[in-house]
């Protein structure tokens, strides 16, 4: 259920229909606009009468939420969310973010090189991996903790932020101190434990959509972690798996505006993965940003064709850098900035 207060309502008001709601049984989450205080109850809605409610000083409406999901949906926060980070770096709003760095952190030269990519490029957020889930046992599994220091030196010196993927809840108080940005690999997108661990954490989480997941199922695995209190969730589409054969993943563009229209979350776009092809990603990214994209995600390497993992979908630095300064012309001709 959804209880929207009226402009002007106090917090004493506020704080009535808070304790008359958690009386009746419900989970109260609570959101505040420029305009005004927006509660959501979740739990065993569906026996309440509403109507007793809609008496309260300072109520303006209320009404059930027919969405199985009920945090992540934008009833609850009808002007969006901005994900805030601690240096003031924002994803979400106006702005257009770029995230990038290799798929797996190699070593200290090669970290280093990148972030001084990112930051000459004018990205905000370095990336990369050090716990890598590979489909086989052979193949590069990153360097762990040791990877995530070398991030973190690299990113500080470079004043950027870090995102890594994390892949079972042993990690998460491991890579605290090393980690800006928590990824769920689109592996992990319904597993359900790790993501109510994550509901706990006080960092923002990036969750990538499943290899074969719907829309509604990618929200309502965020709302395993927004039901957590956790509510700096940023979602991201990275291509789904089809029949298709002619690239790696079909990137779904369509996905992005969908997931405005339903959701108040903001959403990243990963065409390195989307497509699987060095050639296609440029086409992908700008897409993405004309159809509504706050961030893109994009796997780079200054020796991409050597690179320990993903190569045939990496950019070259100066195809980085080709790539966001076209993009800035992509962004201000749909009213965002890079």
């Given at each position: ?14 704080y009535?229909?808070i ?12 959101t ?21 409610f ?8 209320v ?5 199985p999901?009920?945090?992540a949906?934008?009833a609850?926060r009808?002007?969006?969310t901005?994900?805030?980070?601690a ?10 973010a ?6 797996a952190?190699?070593n ?35 360097l762990g903790?040791?990877?995530l ?14 995102v ?9 108080e ?8 928590f ?6 997108m319904?597993?359900?434990n790790l993501?109510?661990?994550?509901g706990q ?6 969750l990538?959509r499943?290899?074969?997941?719907t829309?509604?199922?990618l929200?309502?695995?965020s ?9 700096d ?18 990137m ?13 979350l ?10 699987g ?18 961030a893109?995600l994009?796997?780079i390497h200054?020796?991409a064709?050597?690179?320990a ?27 965002r900035?890079l």
């Amino acid at each position: 259920m959804i209880v929207a207060m009226q402009e002007k309502a106090t917090e004493e008001e506020i704080y009535a229909v808070i304790e008359a709601m958690e009386e009746a049984g419900v989970d109260v989450h609570r959101t505040t606009g420029t305009t005004q205080t927006i509660l959501a109850g979740v739990g065993s809605t569906a026996s309440l009468d509403l109507s007793k409610f809609e008496v309260f000083p300072g109520v303006l409406h209320v009404h059930r939420i027919s969405a199985p999901y009920k945090l992540a949906g934008r009833a609850w926060r009808p002007e969006g969310t901005v994900v805030e980070f601690a240096n003031g770096a924002t994803i979400g709003g106006e702005k257009v973010a770029i995230i990038a760095g290799p798929c797996a952190i190699e070593n200290r030269q090669q970290i280093f090189a990148i972030a001084a990519c990112v930051q000459g490029a004018g990205g905000g957020f370095l990336r990369g991996g050090a716990f890598k889930p590979r489909s086989s046992p052979y193949s590069f599994q990153g360097l762990g903790i040791a990877g995530l220091e070398l991030m973190r030196e690299a990113a500080d010196a470079h004043g950027l932020l870090t995102v890594s993927e994390v892949m079972e809840i042993a990690q998460i108080e491991a890579m605290l101190p090393y980690v800006d940005c928590f990824q769920v690999g689109a592996r992990n997108m319904q597993n359900f434990n790790l993501l109510r661990e994550l509901g706990q954490v006080r960092k923002p989480i990036l969750l990538k959509r499943g290899i074969a997941a719907t829309i509604e199922e990618l929200l309502l695995s965020s709302e395993y972690i927004l039901s957590g209190g956790n509510y700096d969730v940023i979602l991201c589409e990275r291509g789904i798996r089809t029949y298709e054969t002619a690239t790696r993943n079909t990137m779904d563009i369509a996905a992005i505006p969908v997931v405005k229209k339903l959701s108040h979350l903001p959403i990243v776009a990963d065409p390195s993965h989307g497509t699987g092809r060095r050639d296609m990603v440029p086409a992908m990214a700008k897409a993405a940003v004309a159809a509504g994209a706050d961030a893109l995600l994009i796997e780079i390497h200054p020796n991409a064709d050597k690179a320990a993992s993903d190569a045939a979908q990496t950019l070259f630095h100066d195809q980085f850098e080709k790539l966001v300064e076209e993009l800035r012309a992509i962004a201000a001709a749909v009213g965002r900035t890079l």
